[in-house]
């Protein structure tokens, strides 16, 4: 829960201070639960926090890991927005897990993959043989998305480009030594593929409030 808490709180842009004066907490406390292994603070305080974070109880509690993203319900008055170039990237940016699509044997798949990102370039490693491996020398579709559903909101960003292996020493070596850059799968893994985007284009939906107040906030969504 800790770590939902804390990857919530860096979602929002919150210190621990400011969640603690939402929730009427102390920032001390805050810390605890984002450290330690907290089983069973009480409910009064876990709505608290949830309201705070702007989520749900059961977000939180990890009530909600094994539904798909999108069970919530659909936005009051959606508003639908294409995202400029600058923003894509910046999304991009802030997350680890994506999905390829490529083409095999069988017909087209579209493999989860964790990644990171080179400037433009997304790079993600697999294994010799493994069904992401056959991206290599094809044109493919990469796409990472977030989708809240207690806010119910959510975006998405997909580019397309021409995938790679990388064949340079130095350049696997640079690759490894970077943070999260360990397969979830696990396994022997050193294959890695490098995206180059030809193109990039996002979308985002939100409630009409919500995408008034980000692009207030944010001129740049606009």
């Not at 102390?26 to 926090?49: D, K, N």
């Not at 997909?158 to 640079?174: E, I, K, N, S, Y």
């Not at 397969?183 to 995408?211: D, Q």
């Amino acid at each position: 829960m800790g770590r939902r808490v804390s990857t919530r709180r860096e979602q929002l842009g919150l210190s621990r201070q400011e969640v603690a004066t939402r929730c009427g907490s102390a920032p001390g406390y805050i810390r605890y639960v984002e450290e330690q292994q907290v089983t069973s603070p009480g409910i009064g305080f876990l709505t608290s926090l949830a309201n705070a974070l702007e989520t749900t109880v059961a977000e939180l509690a990890g009530g909600t890991a094994d539904l798909p993203p999108g069970s919530g319900r659909a936005p009051f008055l959606p508003q639908f927005t294409e995202l400029g170039v600058g923003e894509c990237r910046r999304l991009l940016g802030t997350h680890g897990i994506g999905r390829v699509g490529v083409s095999t044997p069988d017909g087209p798949v579209i493999l989860p993959v964790n990644y990171i990102l080179l400037e433009d370039t997304v790079a993600f490693r697999t294994a010799p043989g493994a069904p992401p491996a056959s991206a290599a020398g094809n044109l493919v579709a990469f796409e990472v998305d977030r989708v809240d559903d207690a806010l119910s909101l959510g975006w998405s960003v997909l580019v397309v480009g021409m995938a790679r292996v990388v064949t340079d020493p130095v350049q696997v070596c640079l690759l490894d030594a970077r943070p999260h850059s360990l397969p979830w799968a696990g396994g022997e893994r050193g294959l890695w593929i490098t995206v180059s985007p030809t193109r990039i284009t996002g979308r985002r939906i939100a409630a009409r409030h919500t995408y008034l107040s980000a692009t207030l906030a944010r001129p740049e969504l606009q």
